[in-house]
Nanobody, 121 residues
Framework: VQLQASGGGLVQAGGSLRLSCAVL????????MGWFRQAPGKEREFAAA????????LYAASVKARFTISKYSAKNTVFLQMNNLEPEDTAVYYC???????????????WGQGTQVTVSS
């Protein structure tokens, strides 16, 4: 199983970005996909997750009003639409694949390589 994340970049505060994560080597059905982020000098933290079947989602309080997680089942791809970005959102963003709709990184055994998001003030 491989996860390929893309879509990061440099954006000004208040701007938007959409991250993508394609899952290769596995057809998703009862899986859960998550997005985590890690800022310099900080621990990795949960951002959002979605259940592949049914589409139930989970968000961290810090992003709930601004980020939207979605999926495109036909392409085995999950997206993270990030709006009204803040400098505090600057981090490497990782997608992850697991079996639980969870905010715990330990529940996701498969991880992508990460994509850098930088928000300037």
């Amino acid at each position: 199983v491989q996860l390929q994340a893309s879509g990061g970049g440099l954006v000004q505060a208040g701007g938007s970005l959409r991250l993508s994560c394609a899952v290769l080597g596995r057809t998703l059905s009862s899986d859960r996909m998550g997005w985590f982020r890690q800022a310099p000098g900080k621990e990795r933290e949960f951002a959002a997750a979605i259940a592949w079947g049914g589409g139930r989602s989970l968000y961290a309080a810090s992003v709930k009003a601004r980020f939207t997680i979605s999926k495109y089942s036909a392409k085995n791809t999950v997206f993270l639409q990030m709006n009204n970005l803040e400098p505090e959102d600057t981090a490497v963003y990782y997608c992850a694949l697991g079996r639980s709709l969870s905010s715990a990184s330990s529940d996701y055994p498969y991880w992508g390589q990460g994509t850098q998001v930088t928000v300037s003030s």
